[in-house]
């Protein structure tokens, strides 16, 4: 595996992680089952969104082949960059009302629309779309079933650190991608 892959796909799963950890923080008692359930919905929709990009992107991705490093960039330094903001807005509390399965899908789908533009990236890259998604299925599924242990441990203290990580590195693959394309690395 790449560790390009790996690093991405711990990046993009800090979303789901750090709504994770205001479960956990929000909901002490929650039990195992529905800890696997929430880690699994996030793991889906972060696995199955960079599919959709890549389809989405390889339909015009021969058009674009000449500048697709700085799309990459301008789409992975963005994405980063967002983060970064929400990160600093420090809402997870109100993102988290209830735990039914509709509010779970619904932050399912909303932690991962950055995925999506991570799959265009992929199609502009020509990486394995199926090896790419389940490595960062499998990531984002790990990662929150710990961040929701851990949220009942530390709470707060961590939700927008977690996805401040998220946004350093996406900023960094982004910088990287470019620098690679242009002959500086």
């Given at each position: 595996?790449?560790?390009?892959l790996l ?6 799963a ?21 800890a696997?359930f ?7 929709f972060q696995g199955?969104?960079p ?8 339909s015009?991705?021969?058009?674009v082949q ?7 960039f ?14 600093y ?5 109100d993102e ?6 509709k509010?779970?899908?619904t ?9 999506m ?22 990531v984002?599924?790990a ?5 929701v242990?851990?949220?009942k441990?530390?709470g ?5 650190k977690?996805e ?5 590195i ?8 470019l ?7």
């Open positions: 595996m790449n560790e390009t690093i991405l796909a711990v990046a993009l800090m979303d789901s992680v750090a709504v994770s950890i205001a479960i956990g923080s929000k909901y002490k008692n929650l039990l195992v089952s529905k696997i929430t880690a699994a919905v996030f793991g889906f199955a969104m599919v959709a990009g890549y389809f989405i992107g390889i015009f991705a021969e058009y000449s500048f697709d490093h700085w799309i990459a301008i789409l992975l330094v963005g994405l980063g960059g967002k983060m970064l903001y929400e990160a807005q420090n809402e997870f509390d988290v009302t209830d735990l039914s399965a509010t779970l899908i932050l399912g789908i909303a932690t991962s629309i950055d995925a533009a991570i799959g265009i990236t992929f199609a502009f890259l020509q990486t394995d779309i199926y090896t790419a998604a389940g490595v960062i299925a499998l984002t599924f990662l929150c079933v710990i961040a242990y851990v949220g441990k530390l707060s203290l961590l939700e927008s977690a401040m990580l998220g946004g350093v996406l900023i960094g693959l982004g910088t990287k991608i620098l690679e394309h242009l002959g500086v690395i």
